[in-house]
């Protein structure tokens, strides 16, 4: 893996002299300026500085160049992706993606580019890498969440058994209750005053009121007249 690094690096730095030889005294085009100003941010690890200024620099008519930066293109962008593959699968999967059509135009520019070629298998295979690590986040995130799904679910059944336990306790409590009502209302409550006299004059007025109450005095006087003590 290292040394698969270590070789893209070298070929940067490389074709960075490549362009430096080439001019020789001429001054660098602005095209050949942005390239190098590439190689330096690369260097530096600086990968989203390296591809602008590799972008940039497409504005030429060198077919070498534009092969040269279609391969550091890819070279930058495998490295990015490589950089966030640990932390973000899906973004890393993104430049690598991208990595891959980078080689893919360096190679139709030059089909003997050894390296385009290598580089290429090796980004597509990091791809396959970054989608099963996402696909195993992913798996673990959801075992994660049904896990802590069925503990709410499992939480929930407690707290409503507990629930009716105590629906059921105070029911029993309150079933208690009418029966200590039905005995308090039979028995005789005390009669007011104003009941006594109403009571009293409803019998005075009856048919039974004052001769039925002397009757029954006869009746009790009667019985206590014929015993003998």
Known sequence: MKKNILLILSVIISLGSLVSSALGEEKATSAEQSYNKGIDFYKELDYNKAIDNFLGSFNTDNSKLEQWINYNLGNAACAQGQKVQASNPQAAQEAYSQALEFFRRAIELNSQDQNAKHNYELTALKLEQAKAQQQNNEKQQNDEQQEQQQKDEQQDKQEQAKKSDNDQAQSSDKGDQPQENTQQQGQPQEMTKEQAKMLL?????????????????????GARGDKDW
């Open 201 to 221: 004059e409803n019998f005075q007025n009856s048919e039974d009121g004052p001769t039925g109450l002397r009757q029954l005095q006869q009746k009790a006087e």
